[in-house]
């Protein structure tokens, strides 16, 4: 059995679903259900005994002690984290609670559980922390991508608290000996993705008919990952990976934002063309750009390929496809989300955005 924490969001449900899948081995997954965690990513699991979930805080030492005494997991993947970084901007509190607190009070949790092991289980259990190459900060147009010898420079209240909490489960293993492993990945997309993010928001105010918000001119730079490629490899770091190593995991796509939009558009325009034959592009609306903005982001992966041998499978051609594919197959997941509290938010950070 393995404990997953952060379980019910983004990345942490398709990990689940993706664990049961290729390893049908049981886990516990903790959520605290925040705005991003969402309780019916996981409906396909409702009734499988392998699949024990709870909701809780990672920050909740006794919670996590209980939950460790009584299932006994032999691995944590640490995916419980606040996420976005507008939402960073405008509120970092959370981010340092969840993020750097809850960090810690997980290692010390799982130090205390670890410890107590006998001496084989002591010896194969694994805490892999998954974070982001946000914490690397922003690459010139020129520079080579980010390994995992780079510096760190963070330049949002997001990627700082990220970096902190790199720098626990470090720390947690250089001092106390916890068997840890890092990764460090590149923007994710894919199925179940909340509705702030670039592509899904995309998407939902196209299909709305309204208006596609792009920060600045659009130009900045991300590496895209396909959010079950993700999966894939943390799978495999969990199998392999040398204790104490950092491994970046990145698709190898490297996309100007305003591309990654047109795109969507050109997708939508020939699986669900507006009345009339106009293109989606039409909604694009420039807006004001992110403060502090990065811009370029782009991960080296040669390293876990070399040692581990995994590669993605999809390119970003395939897997963004598949993306629009679910969204528009799926409705009633995007009605679900999009609760009040979603949309008001939306409509302040977006506001003024012409149609």
Not at 186 to 201: A, D, R, T, V
Not at 293 to 310: F, N, P, S, T
Request: contains cysteine; glycine residues 8%.
């Amino acid at each position: 059995m393995i404990l997953v924490t952060g379980g019910a969001g983004f990345i942490g449900a398709n990990f689940v679903l993706d664990w049961l899948a290729a390893c049908d081995e049981p886990v516990v997954n903790l959520d605290k259900l925040t705005y991003a965690g969402n309780v019916h990513n996981l409906d396909s699991l409702s009734g499988d005994a392998r699949h024990v979930f709870v909701q809780g805080d990672i920050a909740d030492g006794a919670l996590l002690a209980r939950l460790l005494a009584e299932h006994r997991p032999r691995a944590i993947v640490n995916f419980a984290a606040e996420s976005h970084v507008d939402r960073s901007i405008h509120g970092p509190e959370d981010f340092i609670q969840t993020n750097v607190v809850g960090t810690f009070r997980l290692l010390e949790a799982a130090r205390q559980y670890w410890s107590a092991l006998a001496a084989t289980e002591k010896e194969a259990f694994r805490f892999l922390h998954v974070s982001t190459d946000e914490v690397y900060g922003t690459l010139a147009a020129d520079a080579p991508a980010f390994t995992e010898e780079h510096n760190y420079e963070p330049n949002s209240p997001y990627s700082a608290s990220k970096a902190a909490s790199d720098h626990l489960v470090r720390a947690w293993a250089h001092t106390y000996g916890l068997p840890v492993l890092t990764t460090n990945c590149s923007n994710n997309y894919g199925p179940l993705h909340f509705p702030e993010k670039l592509i899904p928001l995309m998407i939902v105010n196209a299909l709305a008919g309204k208006a596609l918000p792009v920060y600045g001119d659009g130009m900045q730079v991300r590496d895209w990952l396909y959010v079950r490629d993700h999966c894939s490899a943390i799978r495999r770091v969990l199998e392999a990976g040398r204790l104490g190593e950092t491994y970046n995991i990145g698709g190898w796509n490297e996309k100007a934002n305003i591309d990654i939009v047109k795109t969507v558009c050109a997708l939508l325009d020939e699986l669900r063309p507006r009345a009339g034959g106009n293109s989606y592009a039409e909604q694009i609306a420039y807006v004001q750009d992110r403060p502090g903005h990065d811009r370029r982001y782009a991960i080296d992966a040669r390293k876990i390929e070399r040692e581990l041998g995994w590669t993605p499978a999809e390119t970003f051609e395939t897997g963004i496809k598949k993306t629009v594919q679910w969204y528009l197959e799926h409705p009633e997941w995007v009605a679900q989300v999009q609760s009040g509290a979603y949309r008001d938010w939306v409509a302040r950070q977006y506001e003024g955005a012409a149609a």
